[in-house]
């Protein structure tokens, strides 16, 4: 997805989904949930189209029944005591809200990731991680590269196989077995030497030298900077509404959530903002998108 | 010079207990506190991660601050690349993976560290393949906790490298300590409260997935150890990659 929110600095992407994340891992206060889960949900669709609105509703509904389901067999605490199971054990409203809730937490997180999944590509991540860990963010370049050359590398050798009458689509069915395991042994020693050879290579090159720079694709404008202020002051509402305790909620023995006052309305909108960023700006786009276009 | 070497690699090592031994008797039980305490005791998945980070903090200090050398970069990409496409190439048939059997072999031929970063590595990056969640510290960690250990326990002697020492550490392994860790995380993730119920139907019901995992770690061991110990012993030999005694 090369549009949008994405087209931001990484850094800004980065910043926005430790945020998210964190708080939708952190809030049980139902309002915030509620903001948080469905920002999730239409950030997700913006990105992905149908595909997202077919993953929510495939996977992440019935999951979020099971697991509201879940937590009252193994929770017992609360006040409210709607009735006993067979074995003794009662079943409170608390546990069943209380399941609810975490369940509405899990689903929110897993729909942030896919969304992170779709904005954060690794060439994002390796490049905001290439200056904290430069040779592990290698390791994670090379592997990502590797994998697909190895897949090919593996056909290669196989059709080579093929011509001796020794791949996977000969003879009985220990005989094909056989001779994967020797198309991967191939596979494997020449992996390990060109390997080798990359390293040399890389060596030769000048590799671990000093003053040496990267080439990257991301600049930090104008733009980003500003975005990164409005994000920074959101979060700083979300997180004194933290501390004035208007974003927690009291599940056992008995359920009690912050009341609601002008402040908390602040925070409210506050978080929502937060949440609908890459959304609102998608529309803002959308609206100077059209007000610019030529109407001759 | 090789002496000079070796030093230096004491050296580093020392240096990583010296972090670990800060963060396990300092930083977790603060993090725990903080979490009784400030947290009321709630987020459990929070502070489990932060736990997990923490252990996985003295492999990537350690490793970036010895500027490793760009043959020793490339062995543990290509294993690490190695698992992964082993990772996709099984992915129709769920945990029958050959992961953990190559982060083993990868902790018995180049040692804990190698081992450590080729299992943490490959929960990593497959997950670009696969997708980022909640899970993958839990992988990241299990997987190169395992590589650790295969490699610590291998320059002790415990461990040889027939088939049956590897396969048997690697079923137990995968089964106890890959199972045993990774059902507590999914736990966590789902639900925030900790029971023993709760835990002991998690790893009831993930029995059978640990089974099959560590069955399928015990047949790729079976199939792979000695091939692959063979080949990557000879590269050692080959370019006089140093082992890190």
Not at chain 1, 93 to 117: D, H, K, R
Not at chain 1, 206 to 235: A, E, H, Q, W
Not at chain 2, 43 to 57: A, D, N, Q, R, W
Request: one cysteine or more.
């Amino acid at each position: 997805m090369n549009s949008g929110f994405a087209t931001f600095h990484p850094f800004v992407n980065l910043v926005y989904f430790i945020a998210v994340l964190l708080f939708g891992m952190w809030f049980m206060h139902p309002d915030f949930q509620a903001i948080a889960l469905v920002s999730a949900i239409v950030y997700a669709i913006v990105l992905r189209g149908r595909a997202a609105v077919k993953f929510q509703l495939i996977y992440m509904l019935p999951l979020l029944l099971v697991m509201a389901l879940i937590n009252p067999a193994f929770n017992h605490a609360g006040v409210t005591i709607l009735f006993y199971l067979k074995n003794g054990n009662p079943i409170t409203l608390e546990s069943i809200q209380y399941g609810l809730a975490s369940a509405c937490m899990f689903v929110t997180v897993i729909i942030w990731f896919s969304c992170y999944n779709a904005v954060m590509t690794s060439d994002k991540f390796i490049y905001l991680f290439g200056k904290i860990i430069p040779a592990l963010s290698l390791i994670f370049s090379m592997v990502l590269r590797f994998v697909p050359r190895y897949q090919n590398q593996l056909k290669r050798i196989s059709f080579a196989q093929r011509s001796i009458g020794q791949d996977m689509s000969q003879g009985n069915l220990l005989y094909r077995a056989k001779n994967g395991l020797t198309i991967l042994s191939i596979m494997t020693t020449w992996a390990l030497e060109n390997a080798i050879e990359t390293a040399d290579s890389m060596k030769s090159r000048g590799y671990g030298l000093p003053g040496r720079t990267s080439y990257s694709l991301y600049r930090f404008d104008n733009r980003d900077k500003g975005c990164l202020i409005i994000m920074f002051i959101l979060v700083a509402v979300v997180l004194s509404g933290q501390v004035k305790g208007e974003n927690t909620m009291r599940f056992f023995p008995s359920i009690k959530v912050a009341e609601v006052t002008p402040f908390s309305i602040l925070v409210y909108i506050a978080y929502s903002g937060l949440c609908m960023l890459p959304v609102i700006h998608y529309i803002l786009e959308g609206i100077k998108w059209r007000s610019i276009t030529s109407r001759m | 010079m090789q002496e000079h070497q070796i030093d230096n690699r004491n050296g580093w090592r020392n240096k990583r207990t010296l972090i670990s031994a800060i963060l396990i008797l300092l930083v977790i039980p603060a993090t725990i506190m903080f979490g009784v305490f400030a947290l009321d005791d709630r987020k459990y998945y929070f502070i489990s991660l932060l736990i997990i980070l923490y252990t996985m903090l003295p492999f990537t200090l350690v490793f970036e601050r010895r500027k490793p050398q760009a043959r020793e970069l490339i062995v543990i990409a290509v294993l690490t690349a190695i698992a992964v496409a082993g990772r996709a190439a099984f992915f129709m048939i769920p945990q029958f993976k050959p992961v953990v059997a190559i982060v083993i072999i990868a902790g018995v031929s180049f040692g804990p560290e190698a081992g450590f970063l080729v299992g943490a590595t490959t929960g990593f990056v497959s997950n670009f393949f696969f997708g980022q969640g909640p899970w993958t510290p839990w992988q990241m960690f299990c997987f190169g906790i395992i590589g650790f250990l295969a490699g610590i326990l291998f320059r002790r002697g415990w461990l040889k490298t027939s088939k049956l020492a590897l396969c048997t550490f690697g079923g137990l392994a995968t089964f106890f300590i890959y199972g045993g860790i990774i059902n507590i995380g999914s736990l966590l993730m789902f639900t925030p409260v900790l029971s023993r119920d709760a835990l002991i139907a998690t790893y009831a019901s993930g029995f059978w997935f640990d089974m099959v995992h560590a069955i399928a770690t015990v047949i790729f061991l079976y199939f792979l150890s000695r091939p692959m110990i063979e080949k990557l012993d000879r590269i050692k030999a080959k370019y006089g990659l140093i082992e890190s005694k």
